[in-house]
């Protein structure tokens, strides 16, 4: 028993050194990315705009449960007209970085481990490591800053189409008035303290999804049952620690 | 002198060298040591840690004790960017290939060439095509690795492990898969590589016949020692009861064809089924 859990512990503390030293090899070869920027636009191509989908329909709808509901207490209290400034303030403070990353993490995440999991197991890793190509630089890198960029960009875009969304649902159909839903929403919504605070939450979260997807990947035992592991493990680890940081983030931001 | 000396100093030197995995001993104190300019090959059965051996020549795994000199210089010690200057100098080819599935085989050909030298796309195209001319695939060279078959793929692996004219290169189970023809086709480009553009060769496998027909020189390995050495001629007829079997494969000999198990017809009357 006791055996057992200091293994557990030795394998857990192993693991988050492995991580650590990883992301310094890793930023340690951004300089590079600059100068390969082409891998950088393919690797924004695959891990962004290919998550577009998925993010625009996610946010529409969110939008729309948001306007719905917002306006059913609102109406209660005569406050229908602030209904912009709900779903606004909502979406930019939380539910755009923290669903857009939930949603990055299962849809990008898990291809960046899989993709780097795989080429670890078809040799390809070990091949450019022979080849005197460091592949935490040539593979990694660009694959990591790429996450970076995209997770604040595709969070934005998730809080516009949300507030379309409750546009179309408290606007359109509920018959809340057109000017005060803008209006309320541009006098009430602050661009530093929600929208930059927004933004500075979503940078953090697609730093650590795209960290734990990119470190579980290279870090797999690379046969399948060990991918197929390691996937689950880059959803899982990066849900909860997007919960578990907004939390803290939220706590300093909003204190 | 200096040069004589050069020349004649054995390319790989592993000294006393032993490797654990977990509780299981790979190499328990071995010494080989790998000629310049000759195709040295090293056999034995599966598992008995011939890829590991080269993959600690190459310094991507570090030994338990002992060490290993390529060229001179001490792998376990080197920093990671003498490891990679020494790693330009040779080349490894994997036994899948290992070929960059996201690149054409022109790209895989010309990547070590674009990563590590500045010259012009003409010149590196030139490059390229005169390698892949050497493997006889330069018709291939717009073709994915997924539309390649086993041979051809090692065949591409093979045009990018020459790209940057190493000074050796190490095969992993370079036969294993292969039909008699592409087998023949590797055996002959491996034999040709070595002789025309004076590399030094280490072939690791277990299939005897193919691996004798080319090698100079043959370590046997086994259980983490190494237990016959020598040319391929003088091991066929001093080698050990061991070496023997395994050259000729022999389904029995030191290497029992049965598992160890109580005497049959006891067995067979017992009626126990554990």
């Given amino acids: ?255 | 002198m200096v040069l004589d000396q050069q020349t004649t100093e054995p390319l790989v030197r592993a000294e006393g060298l032993s490797f654990e995995r977990g509780d299981r001993v790979i190499f328990d104190k071995v010494n080989i040591e790998i000629p310049r300019g000759k195709i040295t090959a090293i056999m034995g059965p599966s598992g008995c840690g011939k890829t590991t051996l080269l993959r600690l020549i190459a310094g991507q795994l570090k030994p338990k004790t002992g060490t290993i000199f390529v060229d001179g210089l001490e792998v376990p010690r080197l920093s990671r960017k003498d490891l990679f200057t020494l790693r330009k100098r040779m080349s490894m080819l994997f036994q899948s290939g290992a070929l960059l599935t996201d690149l054409s085989v022109f790209d895989n050909v010309a990547f070590p060439l674009v990563e590590h030298t500045d010259l012009s796309e003409e010149a590196i195209r030139t490059l390229v095509l005169m390698k892949l001319e050497a493997v006889g695939l330069r018709g291939a060279r717009d073709l994915m690795p997924s539309e390649l078959s086993g041979g051809m793929a090692r065949r591409v692996a093979l045009a990018r492990a020459i790209a940057l004219d190493p000074m050796m290169i190490m095969y992993d189970e370079p036969f294993t898969g292969q039909d008699p023809i592409s087998m023949g086709v590797l055996i002959r480009l491996i034999k040709l590589m070595n002789d025309a553009m004076h590399l030094t060769s280490i072939v690791v496998s277990h299939d005897v016949k193919e691996t004798l027909s080319i090698a100079d020189y043959v370590y046997i390995l086994s259980a983490g020692k190494v237990v016959g050495k020598g040319t391929p001629d003088s091991l066929q007829t001093a080698g050990s009861e061991w070496v023997k079997q395994f050259l000729n494969a022999l389904p029995d000999g030191p290497v029992r064809f049965h598992y160890p198990a109580d005497d049959l017809a006891k067995d067979l009357v017992s009626g126990d089924r554990s």
């Fill in chain 1, 1 to 255: 028993m006791i055996r057992a859990l200091g293994r557990m512990g030795i394998s857990a503390f192993g693991w988050l050194g492995r991580s650590w030293i990883f992301l310094f090899y890793v930023l340690s070869g951004m300089f590079g990315v600059i100068k390969r920027w082409r891998d950088l636009i393919s690797q924004l191509y695959s891990i962004g705009v290919l998550s577009l989908v998925i993010i625009v329909v996610s946010g529409f709808f969110v939008g729309m449960v948001l306007g719905l509901q917002g306006y059913n207490t609102l109406v209660d209290f005569g406050a229908a007209e602030s209904l912009g400034v709900v779903v606004a303030l909502s979406l930019v403070r939380e539910l755009g970085p923290v669903v857009a990353a939930l949603l990055f993490a299962g849809r990008a995440g898990s291809a960046l481990t899989a993709e780097i999991g795989l080429m670890k197991s078809t040799e390809q890793i070990s091949a450019m490591e022979m080849m005197a190509v460091d592949p935490l630089h040539r593979v990694v890198a660009p694959r990591l800053l790429a996450g970076v960029i995209a997770m604040p960009l595709l969070a934005a875009i998730f809080s516009a189409v949300g507030v379309y969304g409750g546009y179309f649902v408290g606007v359109g159909l509920l018959g809340v008035d057109d000017g005060a839903f803008w209006s309320q929403m541009q006098s009430a919504v602050d661009f530093h303290e929600d929208v930059m605070n927004g933004v500075i939450k979503s940078i953090v979260f697609g730093f650590v999804v795209t960290w734990i997807a990119v470190f579980e990947g290279y870090d797999t035992i690379p046969t399948s049952e060990g991918i197929s592991r390691a996937t689950t493990r880059t959803v899982v680890n990066s849900s909860l620690a997007i919960l578990a940081l907004d939390f803290v983030l939220t706590a300093i931001m909003f204190d």
